[in-house]
């Protein structure tokens, strides 16, 4: 999906760099937020921390970061399960902090033994 078509998305405002929409700073820490709720008067804005994060590097499709946020304004839900359900439908994988059992990944300690025979 490219910035344009992010844009005219019927669901999407607008996208505001830099800083919330609101005027606020993003909180330290975070680096997009999405405004996905119906009581929000900014519903429909994705908040993006740095211009560098909007794209994928060498490419006109949208970052990892901006599809995660976007998922939030489509699915108006938070991690949940109909958020998962969109991004799924959209293409992206789920990461580790956001998949439904948040177990430790035990790739990096596991070790595969060759069985003997
Ligand atoms: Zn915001
Ligand atoms: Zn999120």
């Not at 996905?36 to 994705?46: E, T």
């Not at 990944?105 to 033994?113: E, W």
Request: with cysteine; aromatic share 6%.
């Amino acid at each position: 999906m490219t910035l344009h078509e992010l844009l005219a998305h019927r669901r999407v405002r607008g996208l505001s760099v830099g800083q919330c929409v609101d005027g606020s700073p993003l909180p330290t820490g975070v680096y997009a937020h999405a405004h996905q709720y119906p009581k929000d008067s900014n519903r429909g804005w994705v908040c993006i921390r740095s211009p560098r994060d909007i794209l994928r590097r060498g490419s006109r499709e949208i970052s990892t970061t901006v599809m995660h946020e976007f998922a939030h304004l489509l699915a108006a839900a938070g991690h949940d399960d109909d958020w998962r359900r969109t991004m799924r439908e959209l293409g992206q994988p789920i990461p580790a902090a956001y998949r439904k059992r948040n177990r430790p990944s035990k790739l990096s300690t596991q070790r595969v033994s060759k069985r003997r025979r």
